[in-house]
């Protein structure tokens, strides 16, 4: 079992940045293939981002095209931790954001479907003010 837990979110203008951290327990955190997600009101879960696990410390990312250049998120599994950083953010970026982890990934492959994956933390909210 794995929890995951949020933080970093909050209140920022348009044109800010905000650091996303989901901090997971457990010792397999390294070989499970990590995303996040975004849920805006009256909205359905949204893929953002993902990143593979790997053995030889090279990590392949996928990102929603809205995202793309602005985006990056990243892992240090020393750290059991993943990252989301957020820059030229835009009010269309509000939602409540979600890591989640598939512990059945192999190495080297994301997962993008919400569907793929195992476990989920509880959110944080974003908020990006025009």
């Known amino acids: 079992q794995v929890q995951l837990v949020e933080s970093g979110g909050g209140l920022v203008q348009a044109g800010g940045s905000l650091r996303l951290s989901c901090a997971a327990s457990?010792?397999?955190?390294?070989?499970?293939?990590m995303g996040w997600f975004r849920q805006a009101p009256g909205k359905e879960h949204e893929f953002v981002a993902a990143?593979?696990?790997?053995?030889?410390?090279?990590?392949?990312?996928d990102y929603t095209d809205s995202v793309k250049g602005r985006f990056t998120i990243s892992r240090d599994n020393a750290r059991n931790t993943l990252y989301l950083q957020m820059n030229s953010l835009k009010p269309e970026d509000t939602g409540v954001y979600y890591c989640a982890a598939d512990k059945d990934s192999g190495a080297l492959y994301t997962t993008l479907a919400e569907s793929g994956y195992d476990y989920w933390g509880q959110g944080t909210q974003v908020t990006v003010s025009s």
């Open positions: 990143i593979s696990w790997s053995d030889i410390n090279t990590y392949y990312t």
């Open positions: 457990g010792r397999t955190f390294s070989r499970y293939a």
